[in-house]
């Protein structure tokens, strides 16, 4: 059983910038993908970004590809994702996941069985 833990939301101004970070509490994040989604209010959730713990590059949505980036401590076994240049169409409850999907399906919100409670993102001026 992995439990995740997400902190780093809250209000920026379009143009500025936030760090999430998600912990893994009860295991660590060996064998696992994990990713990041979003939900815009009165919208589905949709993936942002994703990357195995070990190996292969991250994986990011179109919408925040060069403006978002995925980043692994391996010396805190957290994963964080950096965000920049943010515009009010990335206000939203960010969550983070993991599990083990394959890779055609590392998009997949399905693919994902453990969740964080999410973390709320506020672009306005």
């Known amino acids: 059983q992995v439990q995740l833990v997400e902190s780093g939301g809250g209000l920026v101004q379009p143009g500025g910038s936030l760090r999430l970070s998600c912990a893994p509490s009860?295991?660590?994040?060996?064998?696992?993908?994990v990713a990041w989604f979003r939900q815009a209010p009165g919208k589905e959730r949709e993936f942002v970004a994703a990357?195995?713990?070990?190996?292969?590059?991250?994986s990011y949505a179109d919408s925040v590809k060069g403006r978002f980036s995925f980043i692994k401590d391996r010396a805190s076994g957290a994963v964080y994702l950096q965000m920049t240049s943010l515009n009010s169409e990335d206000t939203g409850v960010y969550y983070c996941a993991a599990g083990r999907p394959i890779q055609s399906t590392i998009r997949t919100q399905g693919a994902y069985y453990y969740w964080g409670q999410g973390t709320q993102v506020t672009v306005s001026a």
């Open positions: 009860g295991s660590t994040f060996s064998n696992y993908a």
């Open positions: 990357s195995r713990w070990t190996g292969g590059s991250p």
